[in-house]
């Protein structure tokens, strides 16, 4: 059998590269009531929570994010659909908070790729990420209260950081180092059992 060392090198070799461990963290929401996101032209952000996670690696990432909103008036057609966004410690992620109906509390869950990735990393240096609801379209007249949203207790807020896979090409380029060495391995194995003239 004399490739059968290649699949264990494969196998051993991938598994770390393919593997990717996520971290996730799960807090109280702030509990924040009927408060604007914002009135006369100037945002009120409203926190959602604080994610800690003190000690743990990350790379870059996709981030699965679970949370309630009540009276977001987000869904389709609504007048802050397209305009609520989800930013980490003053960082918009990109991810927009669509789908929160007006007047009714709507647990969702997203997972997206966020944008400011190199920004986020260098908020991630203390461990921990501020989350918060930002109204991107406020209101220039001080008569119009904004959107009112609660952010209601007891529900939970869990954001989580999931390393990112390598690129295919990286990982061809590890399986063909990979097979190399297997058939190297293979080959001076073969040499050394071959009858000396």
Known sequence: MPYRILP???????????QAATISFTTPESGV?????????????QTIGTYDYIGQDYTSFTMPLTMTMFDGDTGVGA??????FLYLDGINTGLQLNGFSGDQSVTQTFVFTP???SSLLSALSDGQLIGTVVDTTIPAS????????????????TLAITPSVPEPASVVGLVGLTALGGLSLNYRRKSQNAPKV
């Open 8 to 18: 264990a090198c494969l196998a051993l070799t991938l598994a770390p590269v393919l």
């Open 33 to 45: 009531e009927q408060v604007s996101l914002g009135t006369g032209g100037v945002s009120a952000p």
């Open 79 to 84: 007048f802050d659909e397209n305009n609520l």
């Open 115 to 117: 944008l400011n990735q």
């Open 142 to 157: 001080a008569s119009n209260i904004g959107n009112r949203i609660s952010l209601p207790i007891p529900s939970n807020t």
